[in-house]
């Protein structure tokens, strides 16, 4: 009887014992299960500024595919910018910082830069949208307001700012004006607009601009122009700096005026003949200059005065006497 019942006992055990190799229970967590097997991230196209954000949004390949992940970001320089743990990175200051973003072992990495606060604007002459592919006919035809930008270096900007009336007045009003930016602003005052009126301004560089404003606060009775109080956006303008010594070569005059009429003859890089027609006569002037890219400092044979010829395009260009009267200048 003994014998019987260990026989069924041992029985039961090995049927137990087999049931439980071939039918296993294994307790696996869900996110065991997920594998990451790539992880790109694409950073902005351009620099950032200062204060501006830009969210990250990693692609992750999974197996299987989509499953739960977790990712985490960090920045290599948090004083150039940092990162939320969502993915939202905060531009803080100039420079370049790399951020990672990691997820089930497999990372990636954007980079972020953060531009400068220094401006950078070209130097050279600056005009009414309106006419900023035909700067001639804009200072020709309407008169005109433009800037001539002289330099813009350590956020320091340097130049004139002329306002012209319509031919064939030609009267000009002009500012000098010398001003700190700082986040994209200047201001300046002004003693003298060219016809004793003073006053004060602003300027502010925006994308490809830079608007002026100005107020008059003191005016001169006996002025016949000033510049009163009003804003205006400029725009680059196509400016002579790539045209060759040659452009200034050939017959020029005011337009819709007799006050001035002369053509240019080019001998060489420096020496040149600027012949005058008044009243149907002709008086040639042999003169020396200096060409600059876009303008001749000239003097005539035997003077001590220099006179200034800027090139605007191929067929414009403006007159600075030695005594400082300016003229705007057709090709004909």
């Known amino acids: ?176 004006i010398k001003t700190e930016i700082k986040n994209g602003k200047g201001t300046f005052t002004y003693g003298d607009d060219g016809w004793g009126n003073s006053g004060k301004g602003t300027v502010e560089t925006k994308e490809g601009s830079i608007l002026f404003t100005f107020k008059e606060t003191k005016s001169d009775s006996s002025a016949m122009w000033n510049l009163g109080t009003f804003s205006v956006t400029l725009y680059k303008a196509n400016s002579g700096s790539n045209m060759g010594v040659k452009s200034f070569e050939g017959q020029w005059s005011t337009p819709g005026s007799d006050e001035l009429a002369f053509r240019l003859t080019i001998k060489s890089d420096t020496k040149g003949v600027i012949t005058f027609f008044s009243e149907g006569e002709e008086v040639p002037n042999n003169v020396t200059f200096v060409y600059s890219g876009d303008k001749l400092t000239f003097k005539y044979e035997g003077g001590d005065k220099k006179n200034i010829l800027r090139l605007v395009d191929s067929k414009m260009m403006i007159l600075t006497t030695s005594d400082g009267y300016q003229l705007t200048l057709k090709k004909y």
């Open 1 to 176: 009887m003994k014998l019987l019942k260990k026989i069924v006992v041992a029985a039961t055990l090995a049927t137990f014992s087999l049931t439980l190799v071939t039918s296993p229970i294994t307790l696996i967590h869900a996110e065991q299960a997920v594998k990451v097997t790539s992880i790109s991230v694409k950073g902005p196209s351009n620099a950032l500024k200062a204060n501006e954000t830009f969210q990250l949004k990693p692609t992750v390949v999974t197996s299987p595919k989509g499953g739960n992940i977790k990712i985490t970001y960090s920045s290599t320089n948090t004083k150039v910018a940092t990162v939320s743990v969502s993915g939202l990175v905060t531009a803080l200051n100039p420079g370049k910082a790399i951020i990672y973003a990691s997820s089930g072992g497999k990372s990636t990495y954007a980079v972020i830069n953060v531009a400068s606060n220094t401006v950078n604007f070209s130097s050279g002459l600056w005009v009414e949208k309106k006419n900023i592919k035909k700067p001639e006919e804009q200072l020709s035809t309407d008169g005109a307001i433009y800037f001539e930008l002289k330099s813009l270096k350590n956020n320091v900007l340097t130049g004139h700012f002329f306002s012209i009336s319509t031919p064939p007045s030609n009267r000009i009003a002009d500012v000098e």
